[in-house]
C-alpha cells in the first residue's frame, strides 16, 4: 500500500540588521535599479525549484528580526503580507511581491534567533502527526545572511523537528562565514541539543547561494533537494509507515 502525502513549504526571511540598511547600495536587501537585490534572486531561484513539489503552491511567508509598525516591536515570526490569520502567498511571483511590499514599512534590528521560526512550523508538523494517516510534510525554506544568535535555542529546536515531518533547507545569501550553518547540516556528524540529546535524523540543508549563482538552475536544484527524498523517507521509516508517493502537484 502506498501513503499519499502533501508537501507544504514555508518561507522565512532574514530581516535583521546584519544585512545593511535597505536605503544602502551595499545591503543584501537593497533593490537595484534592475528591481532585484541577493533576497529577490535566492527567493526566485529557489522557490522555483521548491514550489514544483509543493502541492497548493501557498506560502506562507514569515519574516524574523524587524521592528513592525505600529509599536516598533521586534518580532521573529511575521507574516510578511502583514496578515497573521493567512499568511499565504500564491507561488514564488506571490512571495516576491509581498516582500517587496514589506520591505518599506518595517525597520531591520535582531538579534537573528532562528528558534521562533523552527518552532511556528513544528506546531503544524506535530498537528499534522494527529492525523490517522501521515499525510503531510512540512519543509521550512530559511533565506538568511547567515549569522545566528540563539545557536543553542536553533539546536534544540531542530533535533525536536527531527521528530516530526518536517525538513529545513537553509539558504545563505552574502559573504558571510556560514560555520555556523554547517554545523546544523549534520552531514559529518549527529546533531546534539545543549541537553545532550542527538536529532533523530538529518533534517537541514545548507545552500551557499553565492556557489549557485552563475549556475545553471539543474545545479542549484541538485544541491536545494540533495537530501530531501532521503529526509522525507527517513522520517516514513522512523514512523513505521508504508512507502510513499507525493501527491502530484
Given at each position: 500500500?502506498?501513503?499519499?502525502?502533501?508537501?507544504?513549504?514555508?518561507?522565512?526571511?532574514?530581516?535583521?540588521?546584519?544585512?545593511?540598511?535597505?536605503?544602502?547600495?551595499?545591503?543584501?536587501?537593497?533593490?537595484?535599479?534592475?528591481?532585484?537585490?541577493?533576497?529577490?534572486?535566492?527567493?526566485?531561484?529557489?522557490g522555483q525549484i521548491i514550489q514544483d513539489y509543493d502541492t497548493d503552491k501557498m506560502f506562507p511567508a514569515l519574516?524574523?528580526?524587524?521592528?513592525?509598525?505600529?509599536?516598533?516591536?521586534?518580532?521573529?515570526?511575521?507574516?510578511?503580507?502583514?496578515?497573521?490569520?493567512?499568511?499565504?502567498?500564491?507561488?514564488?511571483?506571490?512571495?516576491?511581491?509581498?516582500?517587496?511590499?514589506?520591505?518599506?514599512?518595517?525597520?531591520?534590528?535582531?538579534?537573528?534567533?532562528?528558534?521562533?521560526?523552527?518552532?511556528?512550523?513544528?506546531?503544524?508538523?506535530?498537528?499534522?502527526?494527529?492525523?490517522?494517516?501521515?499525510?503531510?510534510?512540512?519543509?521550512?525554506?530559511?533565506?538568511?545572511?547567515?549569522?545566528?544568535?540563539?545557536?543553542?535555542?536553533?539546536?534544540?529546536?531542530?533535533?525536536?523537528?527531527?521528530?516530526?515531518?518536517?525538513?529545513?533547507?537553509?539558504?545563505?545569501?552574502?559573504?558571510?562565514?556560514?560555520?555556523?550553518?554547517?554545523?546544523?547540516?549534520?552531514?559529518?556528524?549527529?546533531?546534539?541539543s545543549y541537553t545532550g540529546e542527538e536529532a533523530v535524523r538529518d533534517i537541514v540543508q545548507f545552500v551557499p547561494?553565492?556557489?549557485?549563482?552563475?549556475?545553471?538552475?539543474?545545479?542549484?536544484?541538485?544541491?536545494?533537494?540533495?537530501?530531501?527524498?532521503?529526509?522525507?523517507?527517513?522520517?516514513?521509516?522512523?514512523?513505521?509507515?508504508?512507502?510513499?508517493?507525493?501527491?502530484?502537484?
Amino acid at each position: 500500500m502506498m501513503a499519499i502525502f502533501h508537501l507544504s513549504t514555508q518561507v522565512g526571511i532574514d530581516f535583521t540588521a546584519s544585512n545593511g540598511n535597505p536605503r544602502d547600495p551595499t545591503s543584501l536587501h537593497y533593490i537595484n535599479p534592475m528591481g532585484t537585490n541577493e533576497y529577490l534572486s535566492a527567493i526566485w531561484a529557489v522557490g522555483q525549484i521548491i514550489q514544483d513539489y509543493d502541492t497548493d503552491k501557498m506560502f506562507p511567508a514569515l519574516g524574523f528580526g524587524a521592528q513592525l509598525p505600529p509599536d516598533w516591536k521586534v518580532s521573529h515570526e511575521f507574516a510578511i503580507n502583514f496578515n497573521p490569520t493567512n499568511p499565504f502567498c500564491l507561488g514564488v511571483e506571490g512571495i516576491i511581491q509581498a516582500y517587496s511590499s514589506c520591505l518599506p514599512h518595517i525597520r531591520f534590528y535582531g538579534p537573528t534567533n532562528f528558534s521562533p521560526i523552527i518552532n511556528h512550523v513544528a506546531r503544524f508538523a506535530a498537528q499534522a502527526t494527529q492525523q490517522e494517516s501521515a499525510s503531510q510534510y512540512f519543509i521550512l525554506l530559511i533565506i538568511t545572511d547567515g549569522v545566528i544568535s540563539d545557536m543553542d535555542e536553533t539546536r534544540h529546536a531542530v533535533v525536536q523537528a527531527s521528530k516530526l515531518p518536517m525538513s529545513i533547507i537553509i539558504v545563505g545569501v552574502g559573504n558571510a562565514d556560514f560555520a555556523a550553518m554547517e554545523f546544523l547540516d549534520g552531514d559529518n556528524r549527529t546533531l546534539r541539543s545543549y541537553t545532550g540529546e542527538e536529532a533523530v535524523r538529518d533534517i537541514v540543508q545548507f545552500v551557499p547561494f553565492r556557489e549557485f549563482r552563475s549556475a545553471p538552475k539543474e545545479t542549484l536544484a541538485k544541491a536545494v533537494l540533495a537530501e530531501l527524498p532521503q529526509q522525507v523517507v527517513q522520517y516514513f521509516k522512523h514512523q513505521n509507515l508504508p512507502p510513499l508517493n507525493s501527491e502530484p502537484a
